[in-house]
């Protein structure tokens, strides 16, 4: 279950810097400033959500009853992000960050896939 825990740790790292430092994670968006209401969404999508995301993976290595599901969850919205990544394309081109976390997604949603139980 090394994939569990290396996905799991990137969401808890995600979700500490953007926690403790909105402003680090808004700097790779090229966002100057902010407000508090901004900075608070940051701390509870990118920190709180990925904290909770993390421990989930973390939580499934012991709880094996639980492992498809949650890891399955947790792939989809994975790819689900980098699909939302895709289709911005459509429209506009983004600076390098978005297209070095689509790489970090579609990676995380691959190791999620090779981590799901099979079926005996």
């Known amino acids: 279950m090394l994939q569990l825990i290396i996905v799991g740790a990137a969401f808890i790292a995600m979700g500490i810097a953007a926690l403790f430092s909105p402003r680090f994670i808004q700097s790779f968006f090229?966002?100057?400033?902010?407000?508090a209401d901004f900075r608070n969404e940051i701390r509870a999508v990118y920190g709180g959500f990925g904290i909770a995301v993390g421990g989930?993976?973390?939580?499934?290595?012991?709880y094996t009853d639980l492992q498809f599901g949650?890891?399955?969850?947790?792939?989809?919205?994975?790819?689900?992000?980098?699909?939302?990544?895709?289709?911005?394309?459509?429209?506009?081109?983004?600076?390098?960050?978005?297209?070095?976390?689509?790489?970090?997604?579609i990676?995380?949603?691959?190791?999620?896939y090779t981590?799901?139980?099979?079926a005996n």
Do not use: H
């Not at 090229?30 to 407000?35: F, L, V």
């Not at 939302?84 to 081109?93: A, H, Y």
């Not at 990676?107 to 999620?112: E, I, K, R, S």
């Open 70 to 105: 949650v890891i399955l969850a947790v792939m989809i919205a994975t790819l689900g992000m980098a699909a939302g990544r895709l289709i911005s394309l459509l429209f506009e081109r983004p600076g390098k960050w978005p297209y070095i976390f689509l790489l970090v997604e």
């Open 56 to 62: 989930l993976l973390l939580t499934v290595i012991k």
């Open 30 to 35: 090229g966002i100057e400033t902010s407000t």
């Open 107 to 112: 990676t995380g949603g691959a190791l999620l």
């Open 115 to 118: 981590a799901l139980p099979t």
